[in-house]
């Protein structure tokens, strides 16, 4: 039977007093238009990782494929990040059922090099470890460093990212020095083979996918903020050149962003999450896929 459907806010009555306190808290974190300059970035980092990069470039889902739906594959990312933390118990619930359908498939064949599962708690911790830095990463160029406790409480819901999918609690590192030990060991790890590394460039950092009208206008500005929020372990992969002037120009444009950002309805700010969670409500109320 469909749901009702529910408007993005959460209130008290649904949630309780200490639910609607951590989604309001997490609600803080989520900058959308970070999303939309650095979402790229996140991409090439996820897929840095040699079983996820081998498992996206060989998949055989190709409605969720970004070289050949990169706006429907942006509404599935944009829309799960809505879900980890601003959505219910009862949304993570159904998007996770809905992304295991679409996950089913994606795993490595008998005769590939690399060993790579959707499913793979590992692989989901690595992907929402990368999400997590992506999310700190926005709140610092766009607003400032951030103080201890907004530190280790953006980290604690940060867990989400993975746990929304099949990551246990029990796998995301215990606190920041944990996490950190584990991020730079797995920065040794990074590895982008030829055929991987050519669909990034192409398809994810020189907007592949879109028109040539669009490549045209957007993509110098793409590349820009995409090999901007990227760590720079992960340009030399790539051989994406950057400089000194080209990062005080980027960090000038964020923290100018940021200042307008900060003095907008907070609406602005959650633009597009709120607007990918009442989608996907409306869609579940409806009965229709959700990814």
Not at 36 to 44: K, P, S
Request: proline content about 5%; glycine content about 8%; overall charge positive.
């Amino acid at each position: 039977m469909a749901q009702p459907i529910r408007s993005a806010a959460v209130s008290r009555a649904d949630a309780g007093d200490d639910a609607f306190e951590a989604s309001a808290r997490r609600r803080r974190y989520l900058v959308g238009l970070g999303a939309l300059l650095g979402g790229a970035a996140n991409v090439v980092m996820q897929l840095s990782n040699p079983p996820v990069g081998r498992g996206v470039y060989e998949s055989t889902v190709e409605s969720g494929r970004y070289d050949l739906h990169p706006r429907k594959r942006g509404r599935t990312t944009l829309t799960y990040l809505a879900v980890a933390m601003l959505g219910t118990q009862e949304d993570r619930l159904a998007y996770r059922a809905a992304t295991n359908t679409s996950h089913r498939t994606v795993k490595s064949a008998p005769d590939s090099e690399i060993r790579y599962n959707a499913f793979d708690p590992e692989l989901q911790l690595w992907v929402a470890a990368c999400i997590y830095q992506g999310v700190r990463d926005c709140q610092v160029l766009f607003f400032g460093e951030l103080d201890e406790a907004t530190e280790d409480d953006l980290y604690r819901e940060s867990a989400r990212f993975g746990t929304t999918l099949q990551m246990g609690q029990d796998l995301w590192p215990v606190d920041r020095a944990a996490f950190a030990q584990y991020w730079n060991g797995k920065l040794h790890e990074i590895s982008v083979d030829p055929e991987v590394k050519r669909y990034l460039l192409d398809q994810v950092v020189n907007l592949g996918p879109y028109e040539r009208k669009y490549r045209i206008a957007l993509g110098p500005a793409h590349r820009f903020f995409t090999t901007g929020f990227l760590p720079q372990r992960f340009r030399d992969e790539l051989g994406l050149p950057w400089s000194p002037r080209r990062q005080q120009v980027f960090e000038i444009l964020l923290r100018a962003l940021g200042l307008i950002l900060a003095r907008l309805p907070q609406r602005y700010r959650l633009y597009p999450y709120e607007n990918y969670l009442r989608d996907m409500r409306r869609r579940r109320a409806l009965g229709k896929p959700l990814v």
